[in-house]
């Protein structure tokens, strides 16, 4: 099952939050095919961005939407001239308010999306693909990762006929729900066709429970009220002192 199955979708609810955070309503299809536009203009906008993913949430006038980046700087620009460009643009695209949150990937060498489109762009810079695929293995390793599988398929080196090679380290348990494994496929657009990456890392077992919506406003009403004493427990409190 966990070999056919996306590890991702396998994952929803479990370890794993959504990218889209909303209610639908009758307005479903169109806002899926909203947050499909605004995906789809971020990725070819910021390209040289190193992007890892994009969650869009809404409310009903404003959509949020908050940027993974490894490379914060480029999107935000010269004091925040960017970001105030791009909210127009997006403006634009939906007819509604746009706020953009940016959160900075400090160890992108960890994420499945970004290692891809690395060996991805290498690949497209001519460079052989197993050195690009052995170079990005040894780095994540290097940062900790308890594994990292690279399936690359194509006409690879030019080659007449289509084929298939798979290159692994370390330990991927890809059954195990409670195995934080990041996933990503990527396409390099060569002269001789597109070579699909698929990538597969993984971060760890996951125990407890964890946060699947970090990015919501705000910290959720179960948090407030484990933070404040009730009443009971403040007369206690003073008739103690």
């Given at each position: 099952?966990?070999?056919?199955?996306?590890?991702?979708?396998?994952?929803?609810?479990?370890?794993?939050?959504?990218?889209?955070?909303?209610?639908?309503?009758?307005?479903?299809?169109?806002?899926?095919?909203?947050?499909?536009?605004?995906?789809?203009?971020?990725?070819?906008?910021?390209?040289?961005?190193?992007?890892?993913?994009?969650?869009?949430?809404?409310?009903?006038?404003?959509?949020?939407?908050?940027?993974?980046?490894?490379?914060?700087?480029?999107?935000?620009?010269?004091?925040?001239?960017?970001?105030?460009?791009?909210?127009?643009?997006?403006?634009?695209?939906?007819?509604?308010?746009?706020?953009?949150?940016?959160?900075?990937?400090?160890?992108?060498?960890?994420?499945?999306?970004?290692?891809?489109?690395?060996?991805?762009?290498?690949?497209?810079?001519?460079?052989?693909?197993?050195r690009a695929i052995?170079?990005?293995?040894?780095?994540?390793?290097?940062?900790?990762?308890?594994?990292?599988?690279?399936?690359?398929?194509?006409r690879l080196g030019g080659a007449?006929?289509?084929?298939?090679?798979?290159?692994?380290?370390?330990?991927?348990?890809?059954?195990?729900?409670?195995?934080?494994?990041?996933?990503?496929?990527?396409?390099?657009?060569?002269?001789?066709?597109?070579?699909?990456?698929?990538?597969?890392?993984?971060?760890?077992?996951?125990?407890?429970?964890?946060?699947?919506?970090?990015?919501?406003?705000?910290?959720?009403?179960?948090?407030?009220?484990?933070?404040?004493?009730?009443?009971?427990?403040?007369?206690?409190?003073?008739?103690?002192?």
């Open positions: 099952m966990g070999q056919k199955v996306n590890p991702i979708a396998n994952r929803l609810g479990i370890i794993r939050g959504w990218d889209s955070n909303w209610y639908g309503g009758k307005k479903y299809a169109q806002k899926i095919l909203e947050d499909s536009k605004i995906r789809e203009y971020l990725n070819a906008r910021l390209a040289k961005a190193s992007l890892s993913k994009i969650v869009i949430e809404r409310t009903l006038k404003l959509i949020t939407v908050t940027i993974h980046t490894a490379r914060p700087g480029i999107i935000i620009g010269k004091g925040g001239q960017e970001v105030d460009k791009l909210r127009e643009e997006l403006r634009k695209i939906t007819n509604k308010d746009v706020q953009i949150n940016i959160f900075e990937v400090k160890r992108p060498e960890l994420d499945a999306v970004i290692v891809g489109s690395n060996i991805a762009r290498q690949i497209e810079g001519r460079i052989s693909y197993r052995k170079t990005a293995i040894a780095a994540t390793m290097r940062m900790g990762a308890e594994g990292i599988k690279v399936q690359i398929s194509g007449e006929m289509a084929r298939s090679e798979t290159y692994k380290d370390g330990r991927i348990p890809l059954h195990t729900f409670r195995a934080d494994i990041d996933y990503a496929l990527t396409e390099a657009h060569t002269k001789v066709g597109v070579i699909g990456i698929k990538t597969w890392i993984c971060n760890g077992i996951v125990y407890g429970k964890r946060d699947l919506s970090p990015n919501l406003g705000g910290k959720s009403n179960a948090s407030d009220k484990k933070q404040k004493p009730s009443r009971g427990n403040r007369t206690r409190a003073r008739k103690k002192k």
